[in-house]
C-alpha cells in the first residue's frame, strides 16, 4: 500500500517467512527498505500473498485477530513516520523507525506524547542566542560559522547533522573536509571542531540527549600554534607607507588593521572604534567585546592621525573574514612581507614544515601580536602592555610576543644597559656621599 502525506511517500507491505513461518513488515522510502518481524505466526497454505493478510478460512479460526494486528501495525508504523517528520523536520533513519515502532507497538510505550528534545543545529541556535543575550556578538557569529560548517558538510556527504549521527567516522570526515574542502589551517581545524564539542556537551547537559556515540576525549583535533607572527617595524614601516589612494577599499582595511597595532585592541573591538570612544582628546576609553571590561589606552599621535584623515568618521566594520580576506590583498603588496616564513601545515595527515610568503600568515590578529611584540623590543615590559591588552596576567600575554632573534638581543642588550645606567648612579651616589664626608 502507498501513502502520500504532505511530509514523504512511502509503502507497508507484509510477507511471510516460510522458513519461519512468521509473518514480517516492509516499510519502503527513499530507496529505503526496513525488514521487522511482526510476531505473527502462520503455515504458507493459510497466507494470501497476493492481499498480503492471513486467509479468510475455517482452517485458521485467527485469522481476523491476525489480520486486525496487521492493519494496526501498517497504520501505526505510519503515523510514527509522519509524526517523526513533523516533530523533527527531517526523516528518520531505518533504525530510529525500528526503535520507534517497537516501543510503540511492541512495548506499548507510547512514542511523541512528550515535547521533543532539540535538534543539534537547534541546540546550535539556542547556544547562539545566550551569546547574543550575553552581548558577546563575536562570539555568536563564530558559532553561526561553525554552524554553517556542519551543514555544508552534510550537504556535501548527503549526511543529516543529529547528535545520534555524532560518532568517530563522522568526526573524521568532517576534519578532513574542513582541511581539504574548506581550506583551514590546523588552529582553525581545532577552533571549529572546539565549538562543535562545546554544543554536544551544552547539548548533554540540557538533556537534549541522553547520550553520544563518541568519546569526546577523542574528539578534537591538535591544537597547532607556532604559526602566528607579528610585524617587524620594517614590515610595519611598509605597511604604513603602502600607496592605496586608487584602491579605497583596501586603504580603509589598511588603516583599521593599524589601528590593531598602534592599540593593541581586538579585531573586535578596533573595528569599532570611533570618536565617542575619546575622551578629554587624549584617551581612549573602550568596552571590550571579548571580556566585557574597559580599557583605557592613550590617544597616540599615530591614532590621531588615522582618525584625522577620515574627519574622525572611520570606516564602516566589515566582518572578520571578508576583512582578513583584504587585509592579504594589502600585504602582498609588501615587499618586505615576501619574505618566506617556516610554518607547520597538515599534509596528508601528517605534520610537516614548509615555507612560506609572511604575507600569507598575516591576519586580523597579528595587529595585536604586532603592538605586543614590538612595544616588548623597545623595552615597555609585559606587565605594563597589559594594561593596554586587557589581559589579567603576564603569562597570557606572553603568547602574544613573536620576537626575532635580534629583537631578543636588543632587549637583552637594553636591560645591561639599565643595569649599567644604575650602576654607574650608584657610584656617583658613593663618590658625592665621601667627597661631602671629607
Known amino acids: 500500500m502507498d501513502t502520500d502525506t504532505?511530509?514523504?511517500k512511502f509503502s507497508v507491505s507484509f510477507n511471510l517467512d516460510t522458513k519461519k513461518n512468521q509473518?514480517?513488515?516492509?516499510?519502503r522510502y527513499d530507496g529505503k527498505r526496513l525488514k521487522i518481524y511482526t510476531k505473527e505466526n502462520l503455515t504458507p497454505d493459510l497466507w494470501n500473498s497476493d492481499k498480503q493478510?492471513?486467509?479468510?478460512?475455517?482452517?485458521?479460526?485467527?485469522?481476523?485477530?491476525?489480520?486486525?494486528?496487521?492493519n494496526e501495525m501498517e497504520n501505526i508504523i505510519g503515523k510514527l513516520f509522519d509524526k517523526f517528520i513533523q516533530d523533527y523536520g527531517r526523516k528518520p533513519e531505518r533504525a530510529e523507525i525500528r526503535e520507534i515502532f517497537n516501543k510503540e507497538y511492541f512495548e506499548k510505550i507510547p512514542q511523541f506524547t512528550t515535547t521533543r528534545p532539540k535538534t543539534l543545529l537547534e541546540t546550535f541556535d539556542e547556544y547562539i542566542d545566550t551569546k547574543r543575550i550575553d552581548n558577546t556578538e563575536s562570539t555568536a557569529v563564530k558559532y553561526e560559522q561553525a554552524k554553517q560548517n556542519l551543514i555544508d558538510f552534510g550537504k556535501k556527504h548527503k549526511q543529516q547533522i543529529q547528535f545520534e549521527n555524532i560518532n568517530m567516522d563522522f568526526r573524521n570526515k568532517f576534519v578532513k573536509f574542513l582541511e581539504s574542502d574548506m581550506n583551514y589551517a590546523?588552529?582553525?581545524?581545532?577552533?571549529?571542531?572546539?565549538?562543535?564539542?562545546t554544543i554536544l556537551l551544552y547539548g548533554l547537559d540540557c538533556g537534549y540527549?541522553?547520550?553520544?556515540?563518541?568519546?569526546?576525549?577523542?574528539?578534537?583535533?591538535?591544537?597547532?600554534?607556532?604559526n602566528?607572527?607579528?610585524l617587524s617595524e620594517l614590515e610595519l614601516n611598509e605597511l604604513e607607507t603602502l600607496d592605496l589612494s586608487q584602491n579605497p577599499k583596501l586603504d580603509k582595511v589598511r588603516d583599521r588593521f593599524l589601528l590593531g597595532c598602534y592599540t593593541g585592541l581586538r579585531f573586535s573591538d578596533f573595528m569599532r572604534l570611533n570618536k565617542n570612544h575619546i575622551q578629554d582628546g587624549k584617551y581612549i576609553i573602550i568596552n571590550q567585546q571579548k571580556v566585557k571590561?574597559?580599557?583605557?589606552?592613550?590617544?597616540t599621535d599615530e591614532v590621531k592621525q588615522i582618525f584625522e584623515k577620515y574627519e574622525y568618521n572611520l570606516p564602516k566594520p566589515i566582518s572578520e573574514p571578508k576583512f582578513n580576506e583584504y587585509l592579504k590583498e594589502v600585504t602582498q603588496l609588501c615587499e618586505t612581507l615576501?619574505?618566506?616564513?617556516?610554518?607547520?601545515?597538515?599534509?596528508?595527515?601528517k605534520e610537516k614544515k614548509v615555507n612560506v610568503p609572511r604575507w600569507k600568515m598575516v591576519t586580523s590578529h597579528t595587529a595585536r601580536r604586532t603592538f605586543v611584540t614590538l612595544n616588548h623590543a623597545k623595552g615597555i615590559d609585559l606587565e605594563t602592555l597589559t594594561i593596554a591588552t586587557g589581559h589579567t596576567t603576564v603569562k597570557a600575554l606572553k603568547t602574544y610576543v613573536k620576537l626575532d632573534d635580534k629583537q631578543k638581543a636588543d632587549i637583552l642588550n637594553q636591560a645591561f644597559q639599565r643595569n649599567k645606567e644604575k650602576e654607574n648612579e650608584r657610584k656617583e651616589k658613593g663618590r658625592i656621599i665621601k667627597m661631602t664626608a671629607n
Open 228 to 230: 602566528h607572527i607579528a
Open 53 to 70: 493478510r492471513a486467509k479468510e478460512t475455517t482452517k485458521n479460526p485467527n485469522y481476523s485477530k491476525t489480520n486486525s494486528n496487521l
Open 293 to 299: 571590561s574597559n580599557v583605557t589606552i592613550p590617544f
Open 209 to 226: 540527549v541522553n547520550k553520544l556515540n563518541i568519546n569526546l576525549n577523542k574528539f578534537l583535533t591538535n591544537d597547532q600554534k607556532g
Open 6 to 8: 504532505k511530509k514523504a
Open 23 to 27: 509473518i514480517f513488515l516492509f516499510f
Open 338 to 349: 615576501k619574505r618566506l616564513q617556516e610554518t607547520t601545515q597538515n599534509i596528508g595527515n
Open 186 to 197: 590546523p588552529s582553525t581545524v581545532y577552533r571549529k571542531m572546539k565549538f562543535v564539542k
